[in-house]
Nanobody
Framework: QVQLVESGGGSVQTGGSLRLSCAVS????????VAWFRQAPGKKREGVAAHLLSDTMTNYAGSVNGRFTISLDNGNDMIYLQMNSLKPEDSARYYC??????????????????????WGRGTQVTVSS
């Protein structure tokens, strides 16, 4: 049973930083992709950042590009999202997601919900002005 568990959320002021963590078990494959999504109250869930596990290929939403960084550790079983220069509009529940590769080859680190099969329960981020 694949499990993703997020942590690291909290409350910060505008301009502050947070680092979210996601523990993936029992294992990942190098051709899988992982991503962070977020959902604010009354809004659709949106992709924030994605990463192909086997190399440095990443993908960011325009709203966070240059402020957020997705990274990996521990044999690709830990996924991080470093968030800097936070704004009130970044307030949301943040979710970690996993996309398994297919027999056709490695996945693409996309930012759409339908690409991802496994999801965590999320961690709340609140940015006050």
């Amino acid at each position: 049973q694949v499990q993703l568990v997020e942590s690291g959320g909290g409350s910060v002021q505008t301009g502050g930083s947070l680092r979210l963590s996601c523990a993936v078990s029992p294992y990942t494959f190098s051709d899988d992709c992982v991503a962070w999504f977020r959902q604010a109250p009354g809004k659709k869930r949106e992709g924030v950042a994605a990463h192909l596990l086997s190399d440095t290929m990443t993908n960011y939403a325009g709203s966070v590009n240059g402020r957020f960084t997705i990274s990996l550790d521990n044999g690709n079983d830990m996924i991080y999202l470093q968030m800097n220069s936070l704004k009130p509009e970044d307030s949301a529940r943040y979710y970690c997601a996993l996309q398994r590769h297919t027999s056709g080859g490695r996945c693409q680190p996309g930012l759409t919900i339908d690409e991802y099969t496994y999801w965590g329960r999320g961690t709340q981020v609140t940015v006050s002005s």
